[in-house]
Every structure is written in structure tokens, then in C-alpha cells.
């Protein structure tokens, strides 16, 4: 079955490609396999180097890599580039501390007495080939944080992109080829999501790491389960975004709106509920909706953009569904709730909206809403406020407002959340673990959490 690009600002298919066939799978994975005999050995120093040039081209690629993603899934083209950066960005940093983060750990002295031993240590070695299965949102960002800290610990990866992305799915492994990785390193696999099974159970492919839907990742996880091989999960967010009386309301209506709205609001990590003190409810959301209904929605390859379309027919009617079962059920539409004019007949556009008196019988309070659509809630406390924000399956991140520390070390405490955020928008970065609790997941991406998910924690114990 051909893998399509079709550009969601005109629903035109600008390229097809064929699926790989089993015969070539097998290549493919057992060319990792030799590939990872050999990597593993290298030093640090090598895969640094290697990593260092990935990043120099990726830089130098700044401009088309981004064009490609946009096209492919309609993220606004500044975003893009932006997104490219922070790859680079990632790239270098964990060439310039992963000897650091994976060097050998010792116990303390007494300890290593009390073992019987004269020496012991604790030492990072890497499991093997790493199987990723990657979403459309963020097409370069997604694989960047798992493939700069894997192959630093001298893992070696095969890709399984989302299918309507496969441009930038090739760019990636002629991204590795070109900056002098032995060959095999870092694989793409052109193929649908019923051949992820057959490959995960492979015996050569030794764990995976998922970010995606909550039943991609049931279905990974079983597998892989039933395999007895490690994975580590990133699915879906509904993160709260709490305001307080004492918080900077103008600030923090601002920063709403860029949480919203980023990457056209495809983002497991975009602030969705806004949860807002009624002491500040009317001030926050007069400035909310304006900024919202004042984003520029339009081609995402035109430079001013913010908005561009979704990136698939799908994900607007999921959407639209929502938001009309919403309004119903009687929800209050502060702005949006349509498709724009002049656009929605050529791409898949949809307004930026922020829905009002949101009461738990509707699907908006419980499923995650993946485009530019805000829930508005009004709470008499702190208490409420965590309370509901909790009332959710997800537990990816959060984020708080507030210049009261007693209100943060409460919201600290009592979230379910893998991240707390205080005074800003979440926004992942390689010096930070990322990753949720409950049904957004398991296990960190970024910092030293992230890169000793795929090692072999070793220890190693010697007598005399």
C-alpha cells in the first residue's frame, strides 16, 4: 500500500511511496544488528563527533527540513524552523554530556566493604537496536529526543515514522548517512502500522520507545510486554493551565494563548484546560478569547502565519465533534467553534475557540483535544483547581500562576503530572526529563533520565 504526502493547506498529494517489502525489512533489521556489534565499542568521543556534524548539516538544512514539514503536516513554517533549532540544539547537547551522564558510578566506600568487594561500580551499557514509532506533530523534534541520546549511549535505531510524514522520515536517516555513521545506525522503515508487531517481536530488536496515541501505546506495550522488552511511552496530555488571583492575569493570558495555540494546537503538551481563580476569571478570559480570536489563521508557508491547518480531514471532524457535542450540551463559545471562511474549502483549517462553562457530561471534559480549542473553567480555590485538574485519564504536564510559594508547593505536592510549570508554558528542553503518569505514559525522555532508559545498568562487583 503506497505512504502519501498530502499537504494539508490543499489536500493535494505532492509524493507517493511503496511500503517496504518483508524481504527488505529483514535487511534492514539485521543490518542494525551488525551495525550495533560494531557502534557499541566506539567511544565517546567518536559518537560525539558524529553527532556534532548531524547537527552542523541539520542547521545548514534549516530552511528545506522545514519547508518538508510544513508542506507534509502544515505546521506554520517559523514553527519549523524553529523546531529545527531546538534538534540542533539537542543534538549538541547531549554530544557535549553524555560521557558525563552514563560515566561509571561508584558506592560509597563502606558500602563496597560491607559487599565483600574491593572494587564495585555501577556501569551504563547500551541495549541494542531501538525501535521508535514516531507521530506526525512534531516530525523532527519527536525523533531528535530519542535518537541524540540513544546513539550517544551506543544504541543504533530503526524509525517507524507516522505515514504522512515520510519526507521528513528520510530526510532523518540521510541526515545520519551523510554525517558519517557506519551504515545501519540509523535505519527508516517506509511501513504501515501492521508490520510494527513483526518487527518489535523480532529477537534482534532489543526495546522501543512510542509517542502517540494512548491505543498505539496499549498496543505497543502489550507486545512488547509479552516480548519481556523494555519501552518507554509518551501519549496524550490534557494539561491544566491554573491561574490565581495573585499571578500577572495579562501575562498569563498571553502565554495562554501561545500554549493553546502552538503548533496549531497539535501538541501533547499544549495547555487545554484553563482553569481560572473567580476572583481573576473575567479579566483572564476577556484577554484569553481576544488573543485567541486575534491569531493570524492562514498558509502555513506564508511567514506571518500562527495558525495553519490541521494536519489531517480526520483530525478537524474529531475536533468539530467535540466541540459541537460542547455547544449541545451547553457550553458557551467565547470565539471560534467553525471553519474559518475563504480557507476551509481549500485545507483543513479550523478557528481558534474557547468553549465556557464546560460541565463533566461532555466529551471535551474528558478527551484531549488536539487543534486550537480551549476549555474554560471558573474555580472558587486552590483546592478546586487541583482537584480538577486532576479529573483527567492523562497526567503529562501542567502549569501554574501564581507569585504565592504556598500555593506552588501545594500544586507541587498534589498534581498528577510528570512536570510542573510555574509562571510559564511547558516546553520540553534536553537539560530536563520529560514524560507523564498515569494514561499520558511511562518512563523520561531528555536529561540523564532519558538517555539510561536504553542502557543495561550493570554492576560490577570484583573480590580480591
Known amino acids: 500500500m503506497p505512504i502519501a504526502t498530502v499537504n494539508p493547506a490543499d489536500g493535494q498529494t505532492l509524493k507517493t511511496y511503496d511500503e517496504l517489502s518483508a524481504e527488505e525489512i529483514e535487511r534492514r533489521i539485521a543490518r542494525a544488528a551488525a551495525a550495533f556489534r560494531r557502534y557499541r565499542t566506539t567511544s565517546f568521543a567518536e559518537r560525539a563527533r558524529l553527532v556534532h556534524r548531524a547537527a552542523d548539516l541539520l542547521e545548514e538544512d534549516q530552511q528545506d527540513v522545514a519547508r518538508t514539514m510544513t508542506t507534509e503536516m502544515g505546521k506554520p513554517v517559523t514553527q519549523a524552523r ?6 540542533v ?19 560509597a566506600g563502606t558500602d563496597v566493604k560491607d559487599s565483600g568487594a574491593v572494587r564495585a561500580r555501577v556501569r551504563y551499557r547500551p541495549l541494542g537496536v531501538i525501535l521508535a514509532v514516531m507521530p506526525w506533530n512534531f516530525p523532527l523534534w519527536q525523533v531528535i529526543r530519542f535518537a541524540a541520546p540513544a546513539i550517544m549511549a551506543g544504541n543504533v535505531g530503526l524509525l517507524k515514522h ?39 517481536r523480532d529477537p534482534r530488536v532489543a526495546a522501543a520507545t512510542l509517542t502517540g496515541s494512548e491505543p498505539a501505546g496499549r498496543s505497543v506495550a502489550s507486545i512488547a510486554g509479552d516480548e519481556v522488552k523494555k519501552t518507554v511511552l509518551e501519549l496524550g496530555g490534557s494539561d491544566p493551565f491554573v491561574v490565581m488571583p495573585s499571578a500577572d492575569i495579562e501575562e498569563a493570558a498571553k502565554t495562554a494563548v501561545r500554549a493553546r495555540a502552538q503548533n496549531t494546537g497539535q501538541s501533547c503538551i499544549a495547555a487545554k484546560r484553563f482553569i481560572v481563580h473567580t476572583d481573576v476569571y473575567e479579566a483572564f478570559a476577556g484577554r484569553f ?29 474529531d475536533l468539530e465533534e467535540i466541540v459541537d457535542d460542547a455547544v449541545r450540551r451547553g457550553a458557551t463559545l467565547l470565539c471560534g467553534g467553525h471553519r474559518p471562511e475563504g480557507l476551509a474549502e481549500r485545507g483543513w483549517y ?22 486550537p480549542v480551549a476549555a474554560l473553567y ?87
Open 82 to 87: 524553529a523546531e529545527a533549532a531546538k534538534c
Open 89 to 107: 540544539k539537542a543534538m549538541r547537547w547531549y554530544a557535549d554530556h553524555a560521557e558525563g551522564l552514563l560515566a561509571d558510578e561508584h558506592p
Open 162 to 200: 507516522a505515514s504522512n510524514v515520510p519526507g521528513t522520515a528520510l530526510y532523518l536517516e540521510d541526515l545520519f548517512r551523510r554525517a558519517g555513521f557506519p551504515e545501519g545506525c540509523f535505519q527508516t522503515l517506509l511501513i504501515g502500522s501492521g508490520a510494527v508487531e513483526g518487527i518489535l
Open 289 to 317: 478569547a481576544a488573543g485567541m480570536r486575534a491569531l493570524k489563521v492562514g498558509d502555513p508557508l506564508d511567514e506571518s502565519t500562527e495558525v495553519g491547518p490541521l494536519s489531517s480531514e480526520q483530525g478537524r471532524k
Open 350 to 371: 479550523y478557528s481558534p475557540t474557547v468553549i465556557a462553562d464546560i460541565t463533566p457530561g461532555m466529551r471535551i471534559h474528558r478527551e484531549e483535544t488536539f487543534g
Open 378 to 464: 471558573r474555580v472558587p480555590d486552590l483546592e478546586a483547581a487541583v482537584e480538577l485538574a486532576n479529573d483527567t485519564p492523562f497526567g503529562l504536564s501542567s502549569n501554574l500562576w501564581t507569585r504565592d510559594d504556598a500555593e506552588v508547593d501545594r500544586f507541587v505536592r498534589d498534581i498528577e503530572a510528570g512536570g510542573v510549570y510555574v509562571n510559564g508554558m511547558t516546553a520540553s528542553h534536553p537539560a530536563f526529563p520529560f514524560g507523564g503518569v498515569k494514561r499520558s505514559g511511562y518512563g523520561r525522555e531528555l536529561s540523564g533520565h532519558g538517555i539510561r532508559e536504553f542502557c543495561n545498568i550493570t554492576t560490577v562487583w570484583q573480590g580480591a
